[in-house]
């Protein structure tokens, strides 16, 4: 099954923008609001979305079947297992930064298990973490 994500690039009042922060798609198409991301399962995407002043971030993995006790995120189809959520423009730079690590560490975002992006998400919602957290998480996921 495909995972669709809803990207918004529109000018005008105020309205929801929302941009991938991790993922590769198979294929993009042009949708009434803007482009749509087409993912294939078993895919981590990382999720932003920036209205007025709130900022939310979204990390999931894409399901096989669409299951109806899955996470529901705003801009996404079907249901997805949701990973980590995090509702401030501060975190989502670290979860942004996260991912442009793994990117120069040579690390593929979707191989790692999702207990580490669980531990993430822990380590998120209390004080904000050092370079050096990041670091143990990735070495305790690859054992």
């Known amino acids: 099954m495909k995972t669709a994500v809803q990207l918004r690039r529109l000018p005008g009042d105020d309205p929801p923008r929302s941009e991938l922060l991790c993922g590769i798609p198979f294929s993009i198409l042009t949708g009434k609001l803007g482009p749509i991301a087409l ?45 980590l959520e995090v509702h401030s423009a501060g975190r989502a730079r670290l979860v942004r930064g996260l991912f442009a690590y793994l990117v120069r560490t040579n690390r593929e975002p979707s191989a790692l298990a999702d207990e580490f992006y669980l531990r993430v998400g822990g380590v998120l919602g209390g004080r904000l973490p ?14």
């Open 39 to 83: 993912f294939d399962s078993e895919q981590i995407v990382g999720y932003r979305i920036q209205h007025r002043r709130r900022t939310r971030a979204f990390v999931f993995r894409t399901l096989e079947v669409d299951d109806r006790l899955a996470a529901s995120v705003p801009g996404v189809r079907p249901h997805v297992e949701l990973l």
């Open 130 to 143: 050092a370079h050096k957290i990041l670091v143990s998480l990735l070495a305790a996921a690859q054992e």
